[in-house]
């Protein structure tokens, strides 16, 4: 080979090893940056965590406690009433003061079968979700949707009837539609929604 055919040779190897080198530096800083990252999904477990414990311990610390003090009681009519919220309205009233802070983020308690019909799912993504956490409780119910040019993503978390309170108020709630509840039943789900993008 000739002394310029070396040369063409040499430099073709060294660009081709510069071009792999490139590559797997930028794949190896791209997994790192995906590490860095956290899912979706992980977000609204989070989230989920984070009302599911501030609604057991409400229930348990606050509820439970001033009633057994003979305090106070939880009372569905608690604005207008000398009581307490529910643990449910709790939540939802948690969720209300979210949804003021304009940050696209909300949750809410659902059922297919619901006390008042504005806690009854608001899209067909979400019956499907409340369905399918009825049948498969153990893990949540995902996935995105777009809304007025904004992707959003949805967990839904299914709730269950962890204590004979939940059973017994719900079966003899005036509005109640369904009377059949039992212990460990699902009642329906926690919805948290959070956005991915921001609007355009
Ligand atoms: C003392 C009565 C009472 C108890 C106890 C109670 N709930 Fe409810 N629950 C309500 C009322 C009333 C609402 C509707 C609140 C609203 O929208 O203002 C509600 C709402 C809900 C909803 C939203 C759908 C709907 O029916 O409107 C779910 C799901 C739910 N409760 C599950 C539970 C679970 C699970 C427990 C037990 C851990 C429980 N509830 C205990 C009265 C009760």
Redesign the pocket.
Known sequence: MSRNGLWIVAAGVAGFVAAITYWVIALALAESHKAEMVSPERVTSFIHAVIDAN?ANY?QNVVDKLHNQGVVE???HWKEEKGLP????FL?ESGRLVAQKDMKLSF????L????V???PNSEFERRGLEVVMKAPEKPFTGFYQQAGVRYFQGIYA?????E??????N??V??PRRDYKLNDI????IVTIPISEAP
Do not use: F, K
Request: one cysteine or more; aromatic letters at 4%; charged letters at 10%.
């Open positions: 609604r229930t939880a009372l569905e529910l643990p449910a309205q939802l809410r308690l659902a059922s079968t619901p006390i008042y504005w806690n009854g709730d269950r009837a962890v204590s309170s939940c059973v017994s108020c719900h003899a709630h509005n109640s009642m329906g789900g926690v």
